[in-house]
C-alpha cells in the first residue's frame, strides 16, 4: 500500500475508548461508566418508538422540522437556530469541518473531553490544549493561548471528567475577548443537570461568535438513539447545515427525541434523583477518605492517592461486577469517573470502595 495516506493529522488521532459494558465472566454488571442516565429510557419516547416503527421504509426529514420545534418551544429557543445531529458529537464534527482546517487551531483545555482533540486532528487543524487551574476551566489561560489562527475554543461547561463548571460571567468574558474568527463553542451535554443554568443559551442569543450544543444522551436518556442539537447565530447554522448530510438522523431517532422533549415528569424526576443521589454518592465516598470536586453533573471524579491506587480500585470493583471509568487519557491518572446511577447501584459503588479502602483487593 505504499504511497496511499491518510489526510495529514489522520494518523494522530488516539481512538477513542469508549466506556467498557461488560466483565469477563460476571452477569448482571453494574455499569457507571458512560454517564447514561440509569432511569431512561423515557417512557413517552418508548411509546413513540413503537408507533414509528411502521415507518421504517420511509426516508426520515431532511430539515428535523417537528423536533427542532419541540426542543426550540420547550427551551424557550428559535426553531430556526437549532441544528441536529447524531449525537451532539456529530454537532461538533460540524463545526470542526466547517471552521478549521490545515494551518488553524482549535483550543480545549487539559481535563476536556477526548473529541475535541480528535476533530481537530481530523481537519487537519492544530489542536490546543491548555492548562485548567486545579481541574477548573481556566478563562485567563484560554485567552492567553489565542492567536490569530484560533478557529475553534471547545470548553465543555459542566465539564467531563472533572463535574466541575464556570459561571456564565467568566464564559461573557471569554466570548468577549476572543480573537474575531474564533468561535466559542459551549458544549453543554450535561447542562440540563444544572438546576437555572440554560447552557448558554441567551449568550448565543446576543452574541454572534457563540454556539452552545446539547445533547439526548444524558438527562434525556437516549444515549442508544444518537441525538444531540446545537443552537448558534443564523449565519452559523447556514454554515453546518451546508456540511449535514440530510439524512443524518433515523425518523426513529426523530421521533424518540421529540417524545423525550416533552416528558417533563420524566426529565424532572432524573434531574432531581441525581442531584439528591450524587450528593450521596460523594458524602459516602468521601468518609471512604475518597475525596471528589463538587460535582455539578450526572458523575463525580472520585481521587485516589497514586495512578496505582485508582487502577487497583477500578480492578476491585472489576471483580465485584462494577464498571466506572479511569481517566488517565484525561490527565487524571489517579482518579475515577463514577457515573450517579440509581440508589442500588450508588450504595453498592461505595461500599464496595469502602472495602476496598479497608484493605479488600
Ligand atoms: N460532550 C461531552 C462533554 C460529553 O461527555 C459527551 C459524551 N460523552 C459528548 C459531548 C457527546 O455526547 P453525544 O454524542 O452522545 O451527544
Redesign the pocket.
Known amino acids: 500500500m505504499a504511497g496511499i495516506e491518510p489526510q495529514p493529522g489522520i494518523m494522530e488521532i488516539a481512538l477513542y475508548v469508549g466506556g467498557k459494558s461488560t466483565v469477563d465472566g460476571v452477569s448482571n454488571v453494574i455499569k457507571l461508566s ?2 447514561e442516565n440509569p432511569w431512561g429510557p423515557p417512557p413517552m419516547a418508548q411509546k413513540a418508538v413503537r408507533r414509528v416503527v411502521h415507518e421504517m421504509h420511509r426516508y426520515p426529514s431532511t430539515d428535523h422540522a417537528e423536533l427542532r420545534a419541540a426542543i426550540a418551544e420547550v427551551n424557550g429557543l428559535d426553531a430556526a437556530r437549532i441544528v441536529c445531529g ?5 454537532v ?1 464534527q460540524f463545526l470542526a469541518q466547517a471552521y478549521a482546517g490545515p494551518g488553524d487551531e482549535v483550543i480545549y483545555t487539559e481535563h476536556g ?1 477526548a ?1 475535541y482533540k480528535i476533530l481537530a486532528h481530523a481537519v487537519g487543524a492544530t489542536p490546543i490544549e491548555v492548562a485548567e487551574t486545579e481541574r477548573v476551566v481556566s478563562v485567563d489561560n484560554i485567552l492567553a493561548a489565542c492567536t490569530e489562527r484560533t478557529k475553534l475554543v471547545f470548553i ?1 461547561n459542566p ?2 471528567p472533572t463535574g466541575t463548571m464556570i459561571g456564565l460571567a467568566e464564559i461573557e468574558r471569554l466570548a468577549m475577548n476572543l480573537p474575531p474568527q474564533a468561535i466559542l463553542v459551549l ?1 453543554g ?2 447542562a440540563e443537570y444544572v438546576e437555572g443554568y440554560d447552557g448558554g443559551a441567551r449568550l448565543v442569543d446576543s452574541r454572534d461568535n457563540v454556539v452552545m ?1 446539547r ?4 438527562l434525556y436518556g437516549l ?1 442508544g438513539m ?3 442539537w446545537g443552537y448558534a447565530p443564523q449565519a452559523i447554522i447556514d454554515v453546518l447545515n451546508r456540511v449535514r448530510q440530510p439524512f443524518n438522523l433515523s425518523n426513529i431517532a426523530l421521533k424518540a427525541a421529540e417524545a423525550a422533549v416533552r416528558d417533563t415528569a420524566f426529565v424532572q424526576k432524573s434531574r432531581e434523583e441525581n442531584s439528591r443521589l450524587r450528593a450521596w454518592l460523594a458524602e459516602a465516598l468521601a468518609e471512604h477518605g475518597v475525596p471528589s470536586d463538587a460535582s455539578t453533573a450526572n458523575f463525580v471524579l472520585a481521587r485516589f492517592g497514586s495512578a496505582d491506587e485508582a487502577a487497583a480500585c477500578d480492578a476491585y470493583l472489576q471483580s465485584q461486577g462494577i464498571i466506572v471509568r479511569r481517566v488517565s487519557g484525561y490527565g487524571l491518572p489517579a482518579a475515577l469517573r463514577i457515573t450517579v446511577g440509581d440508589e442500588a447501584s450508588c450504595r453498592r459503588v461505595a461500599h464496595c470502595i469502602g472495602l476496598f479502602k479497608a484493605g479488600a483487593r
Open positions: 458512560s454517564n447524531v449525537g451532539s458529537d456529530e461538533l473531553f473529541m465543555a465539564n467531563n458544549d451535554a450535561y450544543t445533547t439526548f444522551s444524558k444515549g444518537r441525538v444531540g
